[in-house]
């Protein structure tokens, strides 16, 4: 199948000067299945593949119900509506650290937590509580989807961190002067308490206009999903993450990107 879409891929690129130049982006849909690849001078850096007809599961969230605790396993499963239970490791339910990848960026002001650890969790959620999840792996063979509690929502400029007040600059951008920019951005962004966010890489070189504008969608977003969390009984999907193609155009669709080819009229 990956060899198929390379000839796919060579297919769509016929004709260019030289296909081993600049980033390109290639959406290759098929009857059963949607493929998208990043080359980068025709090296494929980014390969993601998704069935057509099956909602997208991964970033999805859900209010779920917990089932049961095994404290050998140090985990909880989580009823969201599947036939397999979804498997929460408590590692998953403490705020997370920011990865080596983004800077983190200290706004001041925000009051000091007590610091969860592991041990916390079965009492912070005991068995038939409702808790709030994100998925970040979809079901296996026999094993049921893979969440955690540290939910965030992509946007175009930055990642919105409803629940954790953590915030950071990707280190993808590298000029010092932009980066000193994108912080007093940051330090002067009004967040509502409790909120952090993450600028990605897209927003080196925009307008602080742009990315509040940015972050008020992902708020709006975040309350929808708070309004379906509150009206529904568990277990219930409050928000589903769009599907392959759409998410390609927001993470990948950047000024970096020399040329889009598609072989699907529709989509385009």
Not at 7 to 36: P, W, Y
Not at 126 to 142: F, L
Not at 201 to 215: C, M, N, P, Q, Y
Request: hydrophobic share 40%; proline share 4%; charged share 30%.
């Amino acid at each position: 199948m990956a060899l198929t879409f390379v000839q796919r891929i060579k297919e769509l690129l016929t004709g260019k000067r030289d296909i081993k130049s600049g980033v390109r982006l290639v959406i290759n849909c098929e009857k059963l299945e949607n493929r998208v690849a990043l080359l980068d001078k025709g090296v494929v850096e980014e390969y993601n593949i998704e069935r057509v007809g099956t909602n997208s599961l991964i970033g999805s969230v859900f209010k779920g119900r917990i089932r049961n605790i095994e404290q050998g396993l140090k985990a909880m499963f989580i009823d969201i509506g599947f036939d397999k239970n979804a498997f929460l490791h408590f590692w998953d339910a403490i705020p997370a650290a920011l990865d080596a990848g983004l800077e983190e960026i200290n706004r001041g002001g925000s009051k000091k937590k007590k610091r969860i650890e592991a041990k916390d969790i079965p009492s912070l959620y005991p068995v038939g509580s409702e808790i709030m999840v994100q998925v970040t792996k979809g079901p296996v063979g026999n094993k049921g989807p893979r969440v955690t509690t540290n939910i965030s929502l992509a946007g175009r400029l930055l990642v919105l961190m409803p629940l954790n007040d953590t915030c950071g600059i990707s280190r993808k951008i590298e000029d010092p002067k932009e980066r000193a920019r994108l912080r007093r951005i940051i330090e002067k962004i009004t967040l509502p308490e409790g909120m952090g966010i993450i600028l990605r890489t897209e927003a080196s070189g925009k307008r602080a206009r742009h990315i509040v504008r940015d972050l008020n969608i992902l708020l709006d977003e975040w309350d929808q999903i708070v309004a379906k969390r509150d009206g529904q009984a568990a277990p219930v999907c409050c928000f589903q993450e769009p599907d392959l193609v759409e998410r390609t155009v927001r993470d990948f669709l950047t000024e970096d990107i020399d040329e889009v080819a598609c072989d699907d009229q529709p989509t385009v």
